[in-house]
């Protein structure tokens, strides 16, 4: 039986699973959470949806990646997980996490 939620777009479904959340989620959470094959298909999307909210009543908010080692916090121009420091060249780095909230 098909619901509502099947006819929506891949990207209707990111902003709605964010607009709910009641937590900030990761590319690999969203992915899991929607059945998406590729983390990089979901940070494709995120992209387009950043974009789009400037003309929308919604926000995406970002909480940028960092190294878990030294701290160094990564300024994305695109949304992605770097893969690795460039302060400390360590790889252990915590995802960007997204969520999305009404415009005040």
Do not use: W
């Not at 121009?77 to 460039?86: L, Q, T, Y």
């Amino acid at each position: 039986m098909q619901t509502e939620f099947d006819f929506l777009s891949i990207r209707e479904k990111i902003v709605l699973l964010l607009k709910y959340s009641e937590r900030p989620l990761t590319a690999k959470e969203i992915k899991k959470n929607l059945g998406i094959q590729k983390e990089k298909e979901v940070y494709e999307h995120l992209y387009h949806i950043a974009k789009s909210s400037k003309h929308k009543d919604y926000q995406l908010i970002v909480y940028l990646p960092y190294c878990r080692d030294c701290g160094y916090i990564f300024n994305l121009e695109i949304p992605k997980k770097p893969s690795k420091c460039p302060r400390c060249k360590s790889e252990n780095i915590e995802p960007p996490k997204f969520l999305i909230r009404d415009k005040k």
